[in-house]
């Protein structure tokens, strides 16, 4: 049986018995390939904009679950899949843009599945903020340790409310999710964050760029932002 990265675990953990799904950029076809092994999942759609990666979930498929038919599709976001074909669309391990890109694409369609499971790689803001001004509610988030990285999980449903929020917002950064539900990574993920800020405030200081004052000014306010959420996180 195929075994899961602790990423790739919780968001199999998210979907329940009987859903079907679709893993747009699949890649290796790890989740699709475990979800069927462990007869989560009655239908799982495979689909990659790149041939390397399905000819990968290919070789994977063999390896691990030959005797299984597996539904492989090519092609950008979500135009490999019907509307409502599936119960819950996974995209896992993209930039947040793109994927905020990949659902923009056709609003309806991103719509007429029930549940999306989210895996932002990075500018997890803007896609938060995208769904947040697009009709889509984010009903839970989760950390999850990677090698050195803490990665993001986020799961959004269409609700169709449109929240205004700005967009520097610390909420969009960091989900107050998190803190609801004491997220037993969120006090190291803050402290990452707190780290990051503290060299970029040193490089600040120590170059010679124009507007120095203010930009120093806005990153010591960050770091205060980021310090008094670290209080509140335990
Ligand atoms: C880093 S891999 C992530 C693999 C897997 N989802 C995971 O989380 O481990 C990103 C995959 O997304 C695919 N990809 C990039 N842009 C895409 C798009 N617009 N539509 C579908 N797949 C895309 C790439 O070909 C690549 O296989």
């Keep these: ?7 790739l675990q919780k968001i199999a953990d998210l979907i329940e018995p009987g859903e079907s799904i679709a893993d747009i950029g699949t890649d290796h076809g790890f989740l699709p390939i475990a979800l069927w092994e462990r007869g ?15 000819e990968k979930a290919r070789d994977n498929i063999n390896k691990y679950s030959p005797e299984n038919l597996f539904d492989l599709r090519i092609g950008s976001g979500l135009e490999t899949l019907m509307p409502a074909e599936v119960d819950t669309v996974v995209i896992a391990g993209m930039g947040g843009q793109l994927i905020a890109e990949i659902l923009g694409e056709d609003k309806n369609k991103s719509k007429s599945y029930n549940k999306l499971i989210l895996q932002p790689r990075n500018a997890q803001d803007k896609l938060r903020l995208w769904l947040f001004e ?4 984010i009903r839970d988030e989760f950390l999850v340790r990677e090698g050195k990285y803490l990665c993001e ?3 959004a449903v269409p ?3 449109i929240v205004e929020i700005k967009p520097e917002a610390i909420d969009l950064e960091i989900s107050p999710l998190l803190f609801q539900k004491k997220d037993p990574l969120l006090v190291e993920f803050i402290e990452n964050k707190i780290r990051i800020e503290k060299k970029v405030y040193d490089e600040i200081k120590a170059g010679a760029t124009k507007e120095k004052a203010d930009k120093l000014k806005k990153s ?15």
């Design 1 to 7: 049986m195929i075994k899961l990265s602790d990423r």
């Design 40 to 54: 989560k999942s009655p239908h799982v759609i495979l689909s990659d904009i790149n041939t390397g990666p399905l």
């Design 134 to 137: 697009n009709g889509f509610a």
């Design 153 to 155: 999980i986020i799961l």
């Design 159 to 161: 609700d169709g409310q």
């Design 220 to 234: 010591e306010e960050r770091i205060e932002l980021l310090q008094e959420l670290r209080k509140r996180s335990g």
